[in-house]
């Protein structure tokens, strides 16, 4: 029984990239990074596996990102250097394309998204859903992750959803703000430390999505986990080239050092992240 143990943790610590994220997560978190934009004086990611520019789409708007009377970059007031600043609700969605970034995968696909957000939701968001980070494949009927703020609570509530193919998730067709908070795939908090006088890290991660029931996701505030999304078929039907993350749906406020993971981060992971002296650029 001794024997059986022992190899049984032997052969856990051997296991690819085990050994390594438990003793050294800053350097797990580096192999890991897809990408990064700290929005230091550009739009462009300072680092990616694909495209680095940031398109914008909507409002007459279309083509590589450039500073709106809405969408600006403000020098000196991010959590780490600039900051993409969202000054009113507009129709414009910057984004980034997935491929290399995000790499979508038909079958047991996995990643993380990290992001500093400063803002006070009650005072600066204006009527309606508003979707700080968004990641979509074409139609979102065939799949939809998103962190959003409430439509009309007050307090709004903020939640992290991971929507599957419609007919999986809502097969009655029914609104999602009627729905009971069992019959939609979130997490789902009444409180959040969002404030306009604060930096605040969120962290999604999603793990085996499109592996039936395996599929897992995960929302952490500050370094420290705050639910997760289990029990659910998540499959999605999207195509890998039309996918895309996309920043500032309705949003108001401050945005900063966005960074893309090309699997789930682990507790300890997501820990370290928040605990970057200098933020994401320490991983480059």
């Known amino acids: ?125 204006e009527p309606g859903y508003c979707d700080p980070v968004q990641i ?32 999986i998730w809502n097969p009655k067709n029914l609104d999602w703000a009627k729905m009971t908070d069992a019959e939609r795939p979130m997490v789902q908090l009444q409180k959040a430390p969002f404030s306009r006088t604060r930096w605040t890290h969120a962290v999604f991660t999603y793990d085996r999505l499109n592996a039936g029931k395996a599929g897992v996701g995960k929302l952490y505030l500050d370094g420290k986990l705050q639910g997760t999304i289990k029990d659910w078929d998540l499959t999605f039907g999207w195509q890998a080239d039309k996918v895309q993350l996309v920043l500032a749906a309705a949003y108001v406020g401050h945005i900063d050092d966005l960074a893309a993971f090309d699997r789930a981060l682990t507790d300890a992971e997501v820990a370290a992240l928040y605990a970057l002296p200098g933020g994401v650029r320490a991983l480059r």
Not at 10 to 31: E, I, K, N, T, W
Not at 136 to 164: C, H, M, Q
Request: aromatic residues 10%; contains cysteine; positive net charge.
């Open 1 to 125: 029984m001794r024997y059986s143990i022992r190899l049984a943790l032997l052969l856990s610590c051997l296991a690819p990239g085990a050994g390594l994220r438990a003793a050294d997560p800053v350097s797990s978190l580096r192999q890991a990074l897809t990408l990064h934009a700290g929005f230091d004086g550009k739009f462009e990611a300072d680092y990616s596996r694909g495209d680095p520019v940031l398109y914008l789409a909507g409002g007459g708007l279309s083509g590589p990102a450039k500073e709106t009377d809405a969408i600006k970059l403000a020098a000196g007031a991010g959590k780490f250097g600039g900051a993409l600043h969202v000054t009113k609700k507009n129709a414009v969605r910057p984004y980034y394309k997935g491929p290399g970034a995000i790499d979508y995968r038909e079958k047991d696909w996995s990643g993380s998204v990290s992001v500093w957000l400063r803002l006070t939701p009650d005072e600066d968001l």
């Open 136 to 167: 979509v494949g074409g139609d979102t009927k065939k799949g939809f992750i998103f962190l959003e703020w409430s439509k009309d609570e007050n307090p709004r509530l903020f939640r992290y959803a991971i929507r599957p193919l419609f007919e």
